[in-house]
């Protein structure tokens, strides 16, 4: 797993944290690694922040948490990716 800041296609922050299987995993099981990441985010989420936790698998080997930012600023990425990081720590 790697946490780190790609951009939406609107060009706003989003950070993110990445997520590899080994070759043969089943994609389910990937995807249930996702769920449990975004579940762990959303209950980490501070009750004043607005953003939404979002998964999305990119192959049956390759996902990704990451949080779509209700303001898009720099301010709440650096916000983001701090929840992102304590969450792998």
Partial sequence: MRVGQAASRYGTPEPQIEVRTPKGTHFRKLHAALHMLAAEAELATPAGE??????????????????EL?????????RGLELLRRLRA
Avoid: M
């Avoid at 607005?50 to 949080?67: F, N």
């Avoid at 209700?70 to 650096?78: F, I, K, P, R, V």
């Fill in 70 to 78: 209700a303001d898009g600023n720099e301010q709440e990425a650096a």
């Fill in 50 to 67: 607005s953003w939404v936790v979002q998964t999305d698998a990119t192959s049956d080997q390759r996902g990704r948490i990451y949080l």
